[in-house]
């Protein structure tokens, strides 16, 4: 998909800028528990996963051990490797549409 949206452009508008990203509170690792899994963070409070809930970048379920990031302003969980790709990628993209196109 990200390789789609660097070929083509973004289908819809960024899901995040770079600044999202930059006042996300941190990153999280997703543990196990009893009742499902949470995502936790030193000093930071738990936040609880829900069985359908998923990466809105890759689509794919969250897995323990995995690290995610919330943005602030939509309260969404990432992979935290998907959203540093979007966001690297829109910056490419910002910059391409000012300097070539």
């Not at 508008?13 to 009893?34: C, F, K, Q």
Request: proline share 4%; charged share 20%.
């Amino acid at each position: 998909m990200l390789l789609l949206s660097s070929l083509l452009g973004p289908a819809k508008p960024p899901v995040a800028s770079r600044e999202d990203v930059n006042s996300a509170p941190g990153v999280y690792r997703i543990r196990g528990t009893v009742d499902g899994m949470v995502a936790a963070a030193h000093a930071l409070a738990e936040i609880a996963i829900g069985a359908s809930e998923r990466c809105l970048v890759c689509l794919c379920n969250y897995e323990v051990e995995e690290e995610v990031r919330q943005l602030a302003k939509c309260g969404h969980l990432y992979h935290r490797e998907c959203i540093d790709q979007v966001c690297n990628l829109n910056l490419t993209m910002n910059w391409l549409d000012k300097h070539v196109y």
